[in-house]
């Protein structure tokens, strides 16, 4: 069954990579309200916020394939919610139109770790315990 596919060492190597890649998260969301908070430029405080968008959609495709390699029985929410936060935080940024100022970013930073957080305490606590448990 499930052990076949996913050895006990692998599901280690899984749960570290999930909680790095949220650590990244949470650290990038933190540059960008550290580039809000001195002496940055708009410039610089988009770019921040494009890498983590950038690296929100490569975790989410990563962990969409790990779904997908262990038969995650909740994969389609769990991918939904994915798809869901990534255009939110699409449709967020691009709200503030090309006249985004540094306040705005800090309003974006907050808003990316509300969904972080979110998803991490929901959908990836979830997943986390069928890796963990898949024996
Ligand atoms: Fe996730």
Redesign the pocket.
């Known amino acids: 069954m499930i052990v076949s596919i996913l050895e006990s060492e692998e599901k280690g190597a899984r749960v570290t990579d999930l909680d790095d890649a949220h650590a990244e998260l949470v650290d990038l969301c933190r540059r960008i309200e550290w580039a809000c908070e001195h002496d940055v430029s708009v410039a610089t405080i988009l770019e921040r916020i494009r890498t983590f968008m950038i690296y929100a959609r490569w975790h989410?495709a990563a962990?969409e394939g790990w779904m997908r390699a262990v038969h995650y029985p909740n994969a389609i929410d769990?991918q939904a919610?994915?798809t869901r936060l990534l255009q939110d935080a699409q449709d967020f940024v691009a709200s503030f139109g090309d006249a985004l100022q540094r306040e705005d970013g800090s309003a974006i930073a907050t808003y990316f770790r509300f969904w972080v957080n979110r998803?991490m305490s929901e959908?990836?606590r979830s997943?986390r315990a069928f890796i963990q448990g898949a024996d």
């Open positions: 989410f962990e769990h919610d994915h998803h959908k990836d997943l």
